[in-house]
């Protein structure tokens, strides 16, 4: 395998948490609704992802259990700030502690003090036959686990949703100007409700996939500010899916080349590399990013009676 | 209160009415909206519903459209008692209505914004095209020509009004509600939505239209109700009223109709002789107060939106600049007022200079400016009237001691505002959002007058407003150019320009391209300027 | 009269009158903070009866380890001041509708200039050594938000996710500053060496407050009243009430907005000067804590009310220190907390519907 | 050492037993560093049959705070379990001299406390044998070293490795690489993952929960690389590639130290060792003559024939 090939392989194993969490992200804020609980839930989707897997047998049950409880508080944050118009932020912060608190909670009762904590096994590769034997391209990209192809098709799955569907034409519109939607008889509020669920869930798996692709077990700590960077990615990627998928690329790319930069023997403080990507990103906006736009409606509530929430 | 309309009432109830709203109640907190309002729309008929501000037509029509849930009452449609819990529900039983402020995303296409909200199927992908060819036929077919293909945020008002009406029809409406439809139009806009008011109606649907302006309502509708006060105060057939009577049904009070009679019969009859404002006329020997030269502004996307403009105001004259919507007007505006940078040119107010300063000094320097969207640019929503008042002097020395806000003297003058102007408001406490357009006006207005400006730019001042309102505009416009001010008035109501103005200067695309002077004004001469299709030497 | 109106439920407005508070209205939010904090122990006291742990022992241990000894009142007050700090540095940009979600990397680079002088300067005495101190953490805290407000202003970058990516950066500074340049050997963590001695605040009292706190507490009120009061406070208010209004009637909004987020920024950096010179004398990693996160929270339960978050940040000290109790003498473990603190914000927002709805149906 | 633990004094309740408070750093679910110091106290409190409280996941910034609520609760002993309170331990010392602190440290202090026992935990000694383990068995003379910060501690340990490769005469040199964090698994393993492309083959981990990561890396792939662990046993994380673990135990440190705390002696130095706390296991998935050379190491290091330098100094 080149070193090429390996870095890359890297960096596409590196993007699924980004590509899932800020996708996530997007979900529900084109529908309006700004979750900022990204780090807990991908600390609770890594907790149950692992207990489930490991108690019930299997990674799917696993990952189908943490995509079902992240959705459960996705859909909690929709619900009180569609039925209730509870401020977005706060209640994203509140779910943010309770999640992450429930995470470490349950690894402590399910498992307790023990010097040999027990594991799961980690995803295999799943090779594509034909694609995978493409030079470079086909072991970066076709040599990968499930949880890999997952994240590109659901990247794949949103565009379509969002661009070329009906649905997502309504979803839209819920983000932009909520009032214009619903005077033509679309749902807000369970458009909103569902897109929030959906979203959470998707960051759940992207905890979940953690502990199935990095360690077999949960450790806290494991999500290590990859889900505010979530957020960072969602602004980075202009809302839109498929600038998304390119954002986690850049992002996974210099979270990898950073570390590479150091294996390489380069005399630089290795501080100052890690803020690398961070400085990267910023500079990138600074010279292509004319175009982030966020949707119009993010992270306000809609009430039908008012006169001010227009 | 019992009104002598009564009688006609029965005269104009059709057998079985198309639509019949009965006892509709409908309270904000402690504020009734409604309160207790019957209608009735006949078939084929366009139904004019008039009323001053916040009479509650707005409300009415927001309950039959399923957006309010009304607290007591009952819908009938067809005969059947239907019940309306939101919008689905209305579009469903045929419902269709183009609010006040256009309910659009501004960011889709209007194929886009047409079929939101439909079932159209999904997979493979939602065919857009074949629905664009759809509508592009519904709008030739009501003369409501629209590029299906366009982003609605680069519209004119005109063409997004359509949009909203199209809208309406691609779901098959069988009532269309139009809430205030013309008071973003132009003449030529104003006869083509009549135009295609009728075409709608002769295929059999009903219109309900609701308007301030007693002149449209006597020109396309066929039976009007009149609101007053969250009231249903009485319903005529047109043949068989004034706009007289209709001004007095609305004001509810005769001494104010008296009042307001030049805003009810503008630009139906020739001018009415103005008493009490004599010495405006001697305007043309008074001295140049502001002179502009050469105003060159670019517009939001960074095109140049205005081209070369030069003009004069002397002290006391009201110079009107008549066009339709988008052709430069909103910059042109916001470049005289300091709001928006020149790209070149010179503003001189009293022959002091002030191009390029920063809008503070323009507005220290005695520049005015009442903008056109009072609710995007004039306020602070949640904020109360006082702080509202206080926008714009902040730093001046009127509201200071020291470093800080003197709140207590900004309270006393808003309080004093609320009196002169007649700011109708619980108390100077109120957040200005939950204010009626007219009130919201009349507070932009006591704050640009509060100023005591040396210029004052109004922009469309009487959009959206009722016949008091617009009256109390007009008045106090004059008495700012009686006190010696230099006022341009920005409009496309020529009604309104031909009434206040001693001069009228023509835009089209950013150019001036004419000029006329009191007593040689002529609308459909005008109108042709507008449009761009007379040059004048 | 009629009597026939239908009990509709009329939803809420949406939360953010913030018409100065009136007696009843400040009654009744006082109210719904108690309940909320009533509710939010009861339902984490049934789980943390679940887990067998036994709840009032628990509750005991927060309510009284702020107030039973002098030491946690100390404790307490010192806790307070970076939340205050940092809970008005997300408030100020807030007035202005910006949202400064990098308090945690002004804090560090505050903090690490502060560390900075106090290094190298050592020796002067502590007339100029402690304001030198305290200056260089405001300057920096201000330079570093004023990277994130350029940013927006001149390249429209949203502030949210500048300001989070800029915490990320901080980290890497103290680190390396930590562990590099003026690392402590002997600290077994990123820590630097002691700042001299002329660079720390004072200590008062019994047990030993520092001044900080003082300071805090002058620097809060000096923001409220510019908030409430001053011109500058009025503008911020109305760029965040309406931004193009205010720009129409002659308030540059860009820098009202550059302004306040610089302003925050000063304040978290206060913030990271006042935990060097006051409570660590060094520099550590890890000193924000998660201040960030808490502050954030202060600013909204606040509402925005730039009188209300001196208050409110006790309230949350004091759950702070008492957190770690609960897990001492109760043996409640300590992830606890977070689901404490999570339940009080859910029953704060909670019972402000429900007041709305009582407070509505008793008109 | 000759003391056995607990073997001397098991004082009945009430009679003067120990009231022991213990502060850590993460949670004691890690089955890492926490755990150990978990399990040493809860060992302490059968033992010694004493009162025990801990705190976890206690901020350095938080630890004097924390530290000082136990003293306000009357503990008789703290023990703070890590090195980065170190500072915080014997500023409170100093303040409190009715109180007994056992401290972590990684090096002998230069002052002594009255009421301080100082617990040295002497990493540098079991990377030697690593170092031995890694000449011997590295094929490519690469070897990476994967640490979280850049702490004194952890470049005593790179030296340690140094110095047993210039002891066994071989010319295989080391890569030190931090990820920024001892329990970050994610950035460990892609860091692993890229030391292994660069060639190294053995990889000697200096992480806490970041470890499980560094396994990942190679767990399933066929390369011929050995990874070794510090604090615990790892092997069931990766059997093929783990070779071995730098093993640490607290109990009977612990266990000690209070012994001789109730015998009145209130301050004192306890360095960790192949006697005490440190052993080195047994290594796996190597050449029985390598394991042998490490066996052989660590009797070295006991007898005194190897002094393992404790080198403090930064890489370059
Ligand atoms: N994040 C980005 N990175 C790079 N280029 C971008 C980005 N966002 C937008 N662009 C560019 O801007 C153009 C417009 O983007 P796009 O078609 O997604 O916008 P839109 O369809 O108007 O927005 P939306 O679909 O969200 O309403 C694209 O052609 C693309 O080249
Ligand atoms: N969403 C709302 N919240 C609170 N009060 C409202 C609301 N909508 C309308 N009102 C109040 O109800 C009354 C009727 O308002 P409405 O908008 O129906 O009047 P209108 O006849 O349409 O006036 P206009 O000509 O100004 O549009 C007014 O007093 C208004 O302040
Ligand atoms: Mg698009
Ligand atoms: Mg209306």
Redesign the pocket.
């Known amino acids: 395998m080149t070193e090429v090939t390996s870095f890359l392989q890297l960096v596409v194993t590196a993007m699924v948490p980004f590509i899932l969490a800020a996708q996530g992200t997007m979900l529900a804020g084109r529908a309006g609704v700004f979750n900022v609980a990204q780090e807990g839930l991908m600390m609770l989707g890594a907790s149950v992802g692992f207990l489930v897997s490991l108690k019930f047998g299997g990674n799917l049950v696993g990952l189908v259990v943490a995509a079902l409880v992240g959705g459960f508080f996705g859909w909690f944050l929709g619900w009180v700030t569609t039925r209730f118009r509870l401020d977005q932020f706060v209640i994203g912060l509140a779910l943010f502690f309770a999640a992450t608190g429930v995470a470490s909670l349950l690894y402590k009762v399910v498992i307790g003090v023990t010097l040999q904590p027990p594991l799961i096994p980690t995803l295999d590769d799943v090779s594509i036959p034909l694609l995978s034997s493409i030079p470079v391209l086909g072991p970066v990209l076709f040599q990968q686990s499930a949880m890999v192809y997952l994240a590109f098709v659901v990247s794949g799955l949103l565009y379509w949703l969002l661009y070329r569907t009906n649905h997502g034409l309504k979803l839209r519109s819920v983000g932009e100007n909520p009032k214009a939607a619903d005077s033509l008889g679309v749902n807000v509020a369970r458009t909103r409700i569902w897109c929030s669920a959906a979203g959470a869930a998707l960051m759940a798996l992207a905890g979940a996939y953690l502990p199935m692709t990095y360690t077999g077990t949960y450790t806290e700590g494991m999500v290590a500010g990859r889900g505010w960077l979530a957020i960072a990615l969602a602004f980075f990627g202009g809302w839109r899916p498929q600038y998304i998928l390119l954002g986690s690329a850049f992002f996974a790319g210099m979270e990898v080349l950073a570390l590479r930069v150091q294996v390489g023997g380069l005399d630089v403080p290795h501080q100052f590399i890690s803020m690398l990507p961070y400085v990267a990103t910023l500079l990138v906006m600074m010279f292509a990013l004319r175009f982030a736009r966020i949707p119009a409606f993010l992270g306000r509530n809609y009430d039908r ?3 001010t929430s227009h | 209160m019992t009104d002598s309309t009564d009688s006609i009432d029965s005269a104009v109830r059709a057998p079985r009415p198309l639509l019949h709203m009965d006892g509709i109640r409908k309270t ?1 907190g402690p ?1 009734v ?1 409604l309160d207790g309002v019957d209608l009735t729309v006949g078939r084929n008929e366009v139904h004019g519903l008039l ?10 029509m927001n309950v039959l459209y399923g957006l309010y849930r009304p607290d007591a009452g009952t819908v009938t449609l067809d005969g059947a008692e239907v019940v309306i819990r939101d919008p689905r529900d209305a579009i469903a039983h045929g419902i269709g209505m183009v609010h ?1 402020n256009f309910l659009q995303v501004d960011t889709y296409s209007v194929t886009e914004n047409i079929v939101l909200g439909t079932d159209l199927p999904s997979w493979p992908a939602i065919n857009l095209r074949g629905e664009a060819e759809r509508i592009a036929e519904l709008s030739t077919r009501f003369g409501l020509t629209v590029d299906p293909g366009a982003t609605v945020a680069d519209l004119s008002v005109g063409l997004r009004q359509r949009v909203e009406i199209l809208k309406a029809l691609y779901r098959g409406a069988k009532v269309l509600v139009l809430d ?1 439809p013309t008071t973003n139009l132009t003449p030529q806009e104003v006869d083509s939505l009549f135009g295609s008011l009728r075409a709608i109606v002769d295929e059999g649907m009903s219109v309900v239209f609701i308007t ?1 302006k007693i002149r449209e309502t006597m020109a396309v509708c066929d039976t009007l109700t009149v ?1 007053r006060d ?1 009231r249903r105060v009485g319903t005529v057939a047109r043949r068989a009223t004034t706009p007289t009577e209709l001004a007095g049904l609305m004001v509810g009070d005769d001494a104010m109709v008296s009042r307001v009679t030049e805003v009810v019969t503008a630009g139906m009859v020739a001018p009415v002789a103005r008493e009490g404002a004599p010495s405006t006329y001697a305007v043309s020997d008074a001295p140049e107060r502001v002179v502009v030269s050469g105003v060159v502004a670019r517009n939001d996307q960074g095109v140049a939106a205005t081209h070369d403009v030069s003009l004069s105001v002397r002290g006391g004259e009201v110079l009107g600049i008549a066009g339709v919507a988008g052709n430069g007007q909103v910059e042109l505006a916001e470049a005289l007022s300091g709001v928006r940078p020149m790209v070149s040119g010179a503003v001189s107010l009293d022959g002091k200079d002030l191009a390029g300063a920063p809008t503070a000094t323009w507005l220290d320097g005695g520049v005015a400016y009442v903008p056109e969207d009072r609710h995007r640019d004039g306020i602070l929503p949640s904020e109360s009237i006082v702080e509202n008042l206080v926008l714009g002097a902040q730093r001046g020395r009127r509201f200071r001691s020291g470093p800080f806000l003197d709140w207590r003297r900004a309270r006393q003058h808003a309080e004093a505002s609320i009196k002169a102007f007649s700011i109708k408001a619980p108390s100077a406490s109120t957040p200005a959002a ?5 009130n919201i006006q009349r507070i932009i207005l006591a704050r640009a007058f509060s100023h005591e400006p040396g210029f004052l730019i109004l922009h469309n001042p009487t959009r ?1 407003l ?1 016949i008091p309102s617009t009256q109390f505009v007009y008045d106090r416009t004059r008495e700012a150019a009686a006190n010696g001010s230099a006022v341009l008035l920005i409009s496309e109501d020529l009604d309104e320009l031909t009434n206040l103005c001693d001069r009228i200067l023509v835009v089209y695309s950013g150019r001036i391209v004419g000029e006329r002077r009191r007593g040689e004004y002529d609308q459909y001469e005008i109108g042709h300027l507008m449009a761009g299709l007379e040059e004048s030497a | 009269m009629t009597t026939t109106t239908i009990p509709v439920q009329t939803p809420p407005k949406s939360g953010t009158g913030t018409s100065p508070g009136r007696g009843p209205a400040l009654a009744r939010q006082v109210a719904s903070y108690v309940v909320a904090v009533l509710m939010a122990f009861v339902v984490a006291g049934v789980v943390i009866a679940i887990l067998g742990h036994n709840p009032l022992d628990a509750y005991r241990a927060i309510v009284t380890t702020s107030f039973k000894s002098g030491f946690g009142f100390v404790e307490t007050m010192h806790k307070w001041v970076p939340l205050v700090l940092l809970a008005l540095a997300f408030t100020i940009p807030l007035a202005a509708g910006k949202y400064n979600i990098g308090g945690e990397g002004q804090l560090l680079v505050g903090a690490t200039a502060s560390t900075a002088a106090g290094i190298l300067l050592a020796d002067l005495p502590l007339p100029v050594l402690l304001p030198l101190v305290l200056v260089c953490g405001v300057l920096a805290g201000a330079v570093f938000a004023w990277i994130a407000a350029w940013l927006m202003d001149r390249f429209g970058i949203n502030e949210i996710l500048s300001t989070v990516l800029l915490n990320f950066v901080s980290f890497g500074i103290v680190d390396y500053v930590a562990s590099e340049v003026w690392s402590d050997p002997a600290a077994g963590h990123p820590t630097t060496i002691p700042i001299g001695d002329g660079g720390l605040l004072p200590l008062v009292g019994r047990p030993p407050m520092h001044l900080g706190v003082l300071l805090a507490v002058l620097v809060t009120a000096a923001v409220v009243v510019v908030m409430r009061r001053s011109v500058p406070g009025y503008e911020l208010r109305a760029v965040g009430a309406n931004a193009r209004a205010a720009q129409v009637h002659g308030i540059r909004i860009g820098r009202v907005a550059v302004g306040s987020l610089v302003v925050g920024g000063a304040l978290a950096g206060l913030a990271g000067a006042i935990e060097v010179a006051g409570v660590h004398g060094k520099l550590i990693e890890g000193m924000q804590s998660n201040y960030l996160l808490l502050g954030i929270i202060i600013g909204l339960i606040a509402r925005g009310n730039a009188l209300a978050v001196p208050f409110v940040a006790f309230g949350i000290a004091v759950l702070e220190v008492g957190s770690s109790a609960m897990q001492r003498s109760a043996g409640v473990p300590s992830e606890m907390v977070l689901i404490v603190e999570a339940l009080i914000l859910l029953f704060l927002l909670f019972s402000d519907v429900v007041g709305a709805r009582l407070g509505r149906s008793s008109r | 050492g000759s003391n056995e633990p607990g073997s001397s004094t098991t004082a009945g309740p009430g009679g003067g037993a120990p009231r022991i408070a213990a502060i850590f750093s993460g949670s004691a679910t890690d089955a890492d560093y926490n755990a150990l110091g978990l399990l040493a106290l809860q060992a302490a409190e059968k033992s010694q049959g004493a009162e025990t409280a801990h705190s976890e996941s206690v901020p350095v910034p938080d630890a004097e705070r924390v530290m000082k609520e136990y003293l306000a609760d009357g503990y008789t002993v703290i023990w703070s379990h890590g090195s980065q309170y170190f500072e915080a331990t014997s500023k409170l010392a100093k303040q409190n001299p009715d109180v007994t602190f056992i401290g972590e440290f990684d090096n002998k202090p230069k002052e002594s406390v009255p009421n301080l026992w100082v617990l040295d935990r002497n990493f540098h000694t079991a990377f030697y044998p690593l170092g031995i383990l890694a000449a011997a068995q590295s094929k490519s003379g690469k070897i990476g070293y994967v640490g979280g910060l850049s702490l004194p501690f952890s470049y005593s340990e790179v030296h340690a490795i140094n110095q047993a490769l210039k002891d066994s005469g071989s010319s295989a040199t080391v890569t030190p690489v931090w990820t920024g964090d001892f329990n970050d698994p994610t950035k460990a393993q892609q860091i692993t993952s890229q030391l292994v492309g660069q060639g190294n083959d053995v990889i000697i981990g200096s992480l806490n929960l970041g470890m499980v990561g560094a396994f990942q890396a190679l767990k399933g792939k066929t390369d011929n690389v050995i990874v070794t662990a510090k604090y615990t046993d790892k092997s069931q994380f990766d059997p093929q590639h783990y070779a071995t673990s730098a093993i640490y135990d607290f109990t009977k440190p612990l266990g000690d130290m209070l012994t001789k705390i109730k015998a009145g002696e209130r301050n004192g130095y306890y360095p960790l060792g192949f006697d005490a706390g440190v052993s080195i296991q047994t290594p796996k998935n190597v050449d029985p003559a390598v394991a042998a050379k490490v066996e052989q190491a660590v009797a070295d290091i006991r007898s005194g024939k190897v002094m393992v330098e404790k080198n403090l100094t930064p890489i370059k």
């Open positions: 009676e008012s006169r | 904000f504020v909206a009323g001053g501000n916040g009479a509650g037509k707005t409300t009415l006040q205030e301030h609101m969250g939950q204010l009626s357009g007219g959206g009722d």
